[in-house]
């Protein structure tokens, strides 16, 4: 793993650092203190982790809470991407790091994002790596509820690819969506492609805080996305996009439905 490769490499080439910065490791562990050992004079670890939806189960909270009285000693600072995340930091490993926990958000460079000037109707996008947990499923299923009138009126478009795409694919060929909800692969031209869509979708279950909602955002492209993590410190209901409960298919049926109906009138 990254930690063992990290120490393994400091022996072999006798090299020497004052400070260690981590990102999207586990917390409180022992390569922290094994890190100390070795010479590092200060720690700080950025957490991005998102936590599971409903919680951790038993045995990993109390895992954590173990690994923080044993652990967080060797750890600086803690730095959470949200208020959300740094709520989770003491949450899971104990309330006594409140004094060495901050939050520094998510950035992305604005200014490479082409602005949205047309209103797009109906027009949809979704950014998001394929797997169960970002809830393109749910999508799939509340576009599948619709009226056809109203179906028939929307455009998706899905840019990204991960392990769950050829059980979307599925879903959306069983519902006979393929002229509604069209898979694009990846791209790396999002920072242009978005101006052309009139919302984005991001239906997921877990998110510390999403650099797809900033990217959106940054294209003046308002966001439909659901009440966990940093989400709710980005998006407010009915200003800069819309918000629901993850898996509440009917709730993103009827903002669907909604943002059609209005486009109508």
């Known amino acids: 793993n990254m930690e063992a490769f990290f120490l393994e490499k400091?022996?072999?080439e006798h090299l020497k650092y004052d400070v260690l910065v981590t990102h999207f490791l586990s917390l409180c562990t022992s390569f922290f203190k094994k890190a100390k050992a070795v010479g590092i004079q200060q720690t700080i670890v950025v957490d991005h982790n998102p936590r599971p939806w409903g919680g951790?189960?038993?045995s990993k909270i109390v895992k954590n809470k173990i690994k923080g009285i044993f652990y967080s000693k060797y750890i600086d600072q803690?730095?959470?991407v949200s208020e959300y995340t740094r709520k989770h930091i003491l949450k899971d490993y104990g309330l006594f790091l409140d004094r060495k926990t901050i939050v520094i958000y998510n950035g992305i460079d604005s200014s490479v994002f082409i602005k949205r000037r047309n209103?797009?109707?109906n027009k949809f996008v979704?950014?998001?790596h394929l797997r169960h947990s970002k809830g393109i499923q749910d999508l799939i299923k509340a576009v599948?509820?619709?009226e056809e009138t109203v179906k028939s009126q929307i455009q998706i478009d899905v840019y990204g690819e991960g392990p769950y795409e050829s059980e979307l694919l599925k879903m959306t060929q069983f519902d006979d969506l393929q002229e509604?909800?069209?898979f694009k692969g990846?791209?790396?031209q999002l920072n242009k492609l978005l101006s052309n869509y009139r919302y984005l979708l991001q239906p997921t279950y877990m998110e510390c805080f999403s650099l797809s909602i900033l990217e959106s955002l940054a294209a003046n492209v308002p966001v439909i996305t659901t009440t966990v993590g940093g989400n709710l410190e980005i998006i407010e209901n009915e200003k800069n996009g819309f918000m629901f409960e993850p898996k509440d298919t009917l709730a993103l049926a009827a903002i669907l439905k909604h943002i059609v109906l209005e486009n109508i009138k």
Request: hydrophobic letters at 40%; one cysteine or more; proline letters at 4%.
């Open 56 to 58: 951790f189960p038993l």
């Open 126 to 128: 979704v950014c998001s």
């Open 10 to 12: 400091l022996d072999q």
């Open 186 to 188: 990846g791209s790396s």
């Open 119 to 121: 209103e797009n109707k």
């Open 180 to 182: 509604i909800i069209r």
């Open 144 to 146: 599948s509820i619709l």
């Open 78 to 80: 803690f730095v959470g």
